[in-house]
């Protein structure tokens, strides 16, 4: 199966959208914007980690999706997530939290690409962890593209399939 672009897909084409559990549902985007949300957490303490805190401003309304494809900061924090809530992304079945988005190696806004896609009631919550001996006011920028579909009744004979979440089988 051919890896899908989501910066290339447009108005018209469908989707089969495989949510957390395996219930599928089908779509026709109906709209395509671009997604460059900043998004400023509480300062955080030399040495300390924030609770792992929903990003609600990533939970998209009825009739659309959300694809980020990268996530950059200008702080030297490290960023774990999960999504949905309960569920670790980027570790692995022995180290689930292992999974770390920036370290302090990183050049500053040089985020790294990923693929995240964000359905209704499914939004990411990231954990940030201050390493250094400063307190830091960490921003992050959500960079990617919201679709608006319409639900299909049928199955479409042609469609692009995307999971919301990370691996549950």
Avoid: C
């Amino acid at each position: 199966m051919a890896r899908i672009k989501p910066e290339e897909l447009e108005v018209g084409d469908n989707l089969e959208v495989v949510f957390i559990g395996g219930q599928k549902k089908y779509y026709t985007i109906t709209g395509v914007d671009d997604i460059f949300y900043r998004d400023e957490h509480s300062a955080l303490s030399a040495g300390s980690t924030e609770s792992y805190t929903e990003i609600s401003e990533l939970d998209p309304p009825t009739g659309q999706l959300y694809w980020i494809g990268r996530i950059e900061t200008e702080s030297n924090v490290k960023i774990y997530l999960k999504q949905p809530a309960a569920t670790n992304r980027w570790g692995t079945n022995k180290a689930p939290e292992g999974g770390m988005l920036i370290s302090d190696s990183t050049p500053i806004l040089a985020g790294r690409k990923i693929s995240l896609w964000i359905a209704e009631n499914y939004p990411p919550s990231v954990q940030l962890k201050n390493d250094t001996n400063v307190t830091i006011t960490p921003v992050l920028y959500w960079i990617g593209k919201r679709f608006a579909v319409k639900e299909l009744k049928e199955t479409p004979s042609v469609y692009k399939t995307v999971k919301i979440g990370g691996i549950t089988e």
